[in-house]
């Protein structure tokens, strides 16, 4: 009987794929404050660390551009991986564990994706490998340890070579070789620098890897080339040999191989453990020898790593009709948000948006986090109230890459953060909180300050009231509508009334319970409201195409995103944010909901715009060169995705978000899981979309999980589909399930306490809510305490 490609394990904090070849970049992720590392099912990897800035202990075998995850990341044979070659001694055999370099079918293939390690189980020629990858919470190291096992009820002799990459550290000095007082494989380099302060800067870089070995090898190969001779990595020269040649490397590009010489009698297992990772000199080589590289050491990590992961479990577990949407809601969801908001994607200098959305996220988990990076967000602020376009979290940290080019959307993102904070927490104190600039040394309240990056959204408008670009909003390679200083922005315009409205609100809700000057909240709540209508006049006026809106105008009086447009004819953003931000009426949803439905549904969830681009627009920019159905050309980019969803669950529109949020996830079916390529551990930041262009490799997966999407989807689950919102003085109830569900139940942590909830359909017209056996007059509980453990009854109409 064949064994299903993939399943749960453990309970659901386990994904097992049972083959190397059906999904061949599927792979899983772990991190910590310092590092972080993919590896794929076959054994390529994808690792950096913090030094403050991202760098790489493991390269490609050439002078590389200084790249990290790539969408839909090309993996070769030489691509930096871990590698296990094992060799019957008496037959010649060979094999590879997890499965590259030598790519031998094997007998029984495992690849396990936990929440807090990577393993792999294969077995061939009689022979058991167990492989299992770990990292510590606090220091910048991978934990491996290997098993092999004879099955072959007879004696024999192996030989076992971990094969680990070290590639090409540096045209200017590189080397390698075994040290036996270090118990294994240092290689070191200097990085390559031309400006004397640069030197400076890069002075206490760590430019050694090592390798080390719990034991002493039998022999050992440091030169790439002499290892590989001419057998290449499917059967390397130096493998052929009794013994590899104990060679260095000098000048020449290292890597990490051992080798050992195993007699069995055809039962037992040997046991292994190695280390690997950066460091600055041979001290510190020696002290993570000591505190990791030995049974306890890893035992240690392993459970202090546990404990970390789980500090970020959230707030939600459900029971549904739906096994496997459960599994990601209630294991792997809570997880990628506590990724990005924990690490902040591992950057210096996250841009605002992604910074305060994946920290928003942090409100459903550790809402003292999403606390403070609101304040230390707001200390960057800029005299004119704009906000930066990356926040700057260490000393010495600059705007790099796309954080140089001029955006126009950041301030946007802070009431739509701060609102869920405040519903999570109910804390509207913050509002008063002092925050003192970081270059003015001004200091103002966060409510002052949120007053003046909304009048610097109603500012930054042009004489029709629609916002300015400059070269990007959200979508970042949008660069060319608005570089002129004349083009604009129909998602920002109605985000802008969307942010007006969220903030009008909460300085309402503040008023009412007299936090700071509550006259001036009131006064400034119907400013921004009277500013949110106008914006949305303006939207109407200039953007509403008959049926949907527009993306935007160019600088050349262009509008585009319209019913005449070949290529780039509907964008999925300006629908969504003008059902959220009130300037689309009952009868202009109806018409979105159509035409999106129409234009941009794929199997895979729905598409960013369509039709893609084919070739260069030099009015819209380079989003209109990248491959059709890639990325933001036309993908179903995800978090574009989750915006329209968002918008759907706020209108009401249930059944239809959730056929969507559903698409997001890979699965249920095993060809809809080989169409993506994906585990469902994640949800990365696109599918290709190109649906009707390209259908053979529509739905493939980029395999990234840096995405803005997960805080949002979280949201939908939490606010929508389980309908448990909070609000300033207890929580809100409105559930939204799919028609065809007869109930689910639910788990929701609240403000320290625990609501045991029960949703059902039955014949009523109204919801009816009754809290530990008592039916509450409305629909919102109050009164909810830290430490309470509450009964939570939910009847809904069928």
């Keep these: 009987m064949s064994r299903p490609l993939l399943t749960p394990a453990d309970d659901g904090n386990r994904y097992d794929l049972t083959s190397p070849t059906a999904m061949p970049r599927a792979g899983g992720f772990l991190w910590n404050r310092k590092m972080m590392i993919q590896v794929t099912c076959r054994g390529y990897a994808v690792a950096q660390f913090m030094q403050p800035e991202p760098a790489k202990y493991a390269h490609a075998p050439n002078l590389e551009a200084k790249t990290f995850m790539q969408p839909e990341q090309n993996y070769y044979a030489h691509h930096p991986g871990r590698f296990f070659y094992i060799k019957d001694e008496d037959t010649g055999e060979l094999f590879s564990a997890p499965y590259e370099p030598v790519r031998a079918p094997v007998d029984q293939f495992t690849f396990s994706v936990g929440k807090n390690d990577l393993a792999w189980t294969v077995e061939h020629l009689g022979v058991r490998v167990e492989l299992t990858l770990s990292i510590p919470t606090a220091d910048v190291v991978e934990l491996w340890s290997l098993r092999v096992t004879d099955l072959s009820g007879r004696a024999r002799r192996l030989s076992v070579y971990p094969y680990f990459p070290i590639g090409y550290m540096s045209w200017m000095n590189q080397s390698g070789e075994y040290r036996p007082d270090l118990g294994g494989v240092v290689a070191s380099c200097v990085t390559p620098y031309q400006k004397v302060a640069d030197y400076f800067k890069q002075k206490d870089f760590k430019d050694k890897t090592y390798f080390l070995c719990e034991q002493a090898p039998d022999a050992w190969e440091v030169q790439q080339a002499a290892f590989e001779g001419e057998g290449g990595l499917h059967r390397p020269s130096a493998i052929d040999a009794a013994l590899l040649a104990n060679g260095d490397a000098r000048y020449e590009t290292p890597a990490a191989v051992v080798q050992y010489r195993l007699a069995l009698d055809g039962h037992g297992a040997h046991d292994y453990r190695f280390i690997f990772g950066p460091a600055f000199d ?431 989807v979280y949201r939908c689950f939490v606010e929508g589909l389980c309908g448990l919102q909070g609000d300033v003085d207890g929580l809100r109830v409105a559930p939204q399930l799919p028609q065809h569900w007869p109930g689910i139940r639910v788990v929701r942590q609240f403000r320290g306490a625990t609501l045991n909830v029960v949703i059902q359909r039955d014949d009523i017209h109204e919801i009816v809510v009754k809290l530990d056996g008592k039916r509450l007059p409305d629909t919102k509980v109050t009164g909810i305490v830290a430490g309470g453990v509450h009964a939570l009854e939910v009847t809904i109409p069928r």
């Design 282 to 712: 041979d001290a510190e080589i020696a002290a993570m020898r000591a505190r990791y590289l030995h049974a306890d050491g890893f035992a240690a990590a392993r459970a202090d790593y546990a404990d970390y992961i789980a500090g970020g479990a959230g707030c939600l577990q459900i029971e549904t009709p739906d096994p496997d949407l459960d599994n990601f809601v209630n294991h792997w969801l809570p997880r990628q948000v506590f990724y990005h908001g924990d690490v902040n994607r591992l950057s210096t200098d996250p841009q605002t948006r992604n910074y305060l959305q994946d920290n928003m996220g942090m409100s459903f988990i550790k809402p003292a986090v999403m606390r403070a990076a609101l304040l230390h967000a707001l200390a960057q602020q800029e005299a004119s109230g704009a906000m930066p376009d990356g926040i700057l979290l260490v000393e010495g940290a600059e705007l790099k890459y796309i954080n140089q080019v001029p955006h126009t959307d950041h301030c946007v993102w802070l009431p739509i953060a701060l609102k869920v904070y405040l519903d999570e927490t109910g804390d509207y104190d913050v509002l008063a909180a002092p925050v003192t600039g970081k270059d003015s040394g001004v200091t103002l309240s966060v409510a002052e300050r949120m007053h003046a990056a909304m009048d610097w959204l109603l500012q930054a408008r042009d004489h029709r009231g629609l916002s300015y670009i400059a070269q990007g909003d959200w979508c970042d390679p949008m660069n060319m509508v608005g570089y002129k200083g004349k083009g604009v922005s129909g998602w920002l315009t109605v985000a802008t009334a969307y942010a007006l409205n969220l903030w009008s609100d909460i300085c309402d809700k503040g008023a009412d319970i007299g936090i700071g000057t509550g006259d001036d909240l009131a006064a400034r709540a119907g400013h921004f409201r009277a500013g949110a209508q106008a914006v949305n006049r303006a939207a109407n006026e200039h953007l509403w195409d008959g049926d949907w809106y527009a993306r935007g105008i160019t600088d050349d009086n262009v509008a585009f995103g319209v019913a005449r447009d070949v290529e780039g004819r509907i964008y999925l953003n300006p629908q969504a944010w003008a059902m959220l931000g009130g300037a689309a009426n009952a009868g202009q949803r109806a018409s979105i909901v159509e035409q999106v439905r129409q234009q941009l549904h794929t199997p895979y969830g729905v598409a960013m715009f369509a039709p893609p681009y084919s070739a260069m627009r030099d009015d819209v920019g380079r989003v209109t060169q990248k491959h059709p159905g890639s990325a933001e050309n036309g993908a179903v980019y995800n978090h574009a995705s989750i915006f329209y969803i968002y918008s759907l669950y706020a209108v009401g529109e249930g059944d239809r978000a959730y056929e969507l949020l559903r698409q997001m996830l890979p699965g249920p079916s095993e060809d809809d899981y080989l169409q993506r390529g994906q585990l469902p551990v994640f949800i990365p930041n696109y599918y290709r979309g190109a649906y009707h262009q390209y259908p053979r490799t529509a739905g493939r997966s980029s395999q990234l999980f840096n995405t803005g999407t997960v805080s949002w």
